[in-house]
């Protein structure tokens, strides 16, 4: 189990691959060892504002697992992001 479950705190990540057709985000915690695929909004406002960012921004928010059995996540208090690019890791 994640211990981004049960955080609600905003934490720092970087957007790896931007929003694709399906409404799919791919972001990094900004420490490197996690990758999130998020597909769902807590709301518009959050989907909008994962929409505007760009490979390499930066984005504050919390997540929760949308699904028990894959990799996928929910975007929650999304709460900045910055257009100004950030070193990928890989």
């Known amino acids: 189990m994640s211990t981004m479950e049960a955080d609600e705190s905003p934490q720092s990540f970087i957007v ?3 929003m694709n057709d399906h409404g799919a985000v791919t972001v990094q915690s900004t420490d490197g060892h996690a ?3 998020v597909v769902d909004y807590a709301d ?4 909008e504002r994962l929409a505007s960012l760009t490979e390499g921004a930066q984005v504050r928010m919390s997540v929760s697992r949308a ?3 894959a990799n996928v996540w929910t975007a929650r208090n ?13």
């Open 16 to 18: 790896i691959d931007q």
């Open 67 to 69: 699904g028990v059995r």
């Open 35 to 37: 990758t999130y695929h």
């Open 78 to 90: 999304v709460v900045a992001g910055s257009a100004e690019p950030t070193a990928i890791r890989a």
């Open 44 to 47: 518009t406002e959050a989907r």
